[in-house]
């Protein structure tokens, strides 16, 4: 059984900081693709980050230079999601996805 578990998240400031983490729970063996996605109110799902078993990175335009995902040195299957210069425009659900998996989402508000 393949279980997402998301912590973090919450409200800040705009300029603020935050970061999120995710581990996959499952009996596997070796390291998998792992991504950050996110939803507004209103708007579909997107790809806001993305790492691969080779630890390459890519990131939406939106938030390039501001976001930063990394693998757990230790547990490489736990991977965080660390979010700087926050925006209004960055307020939404976070879902964590691996192995055609979903997490259950936790909640970013980025507001004065």
């Known amino acids: 059984q393949v279980e997402l578990v998301e912590s973090g998240g919450g409200s800040v400031q705009p300029g603020g900081s935050l970061r999120l983490s995710c581990a996959l729970s499952?009996?596997?063996?070796?390291?998998?693709?792992m991504a950050w996605f996110r939803q507004a109110p209103g708007k579909q799902r997107e790809l806001v980050a993305a790492?691969?078993?080779?630890?390459?990175?890519?990131y939406a335009d939106s938030v390039a230079g501001r976001f930063t995902i990394s693998r757990d040195n230790n547990a490489k299957n736990t991977v965080y999601l660390q979010m700087d210069s926050l925006k209004p425009e960055d307020t939404a659900v976070y879902y964590c996805?691996?192995?055609?998996?979903w997490g259950q989402g936790t909640q970013v508000t980025v507001s004065s």
């Open positions: 996805y691996g192995m055609n998996h």
């Open positions: 499952a009996l596997i063996f070796g390291i998998k693709d």
């Open positions: 790492i691969a078993t080779d630890g390459t990175t890519n």
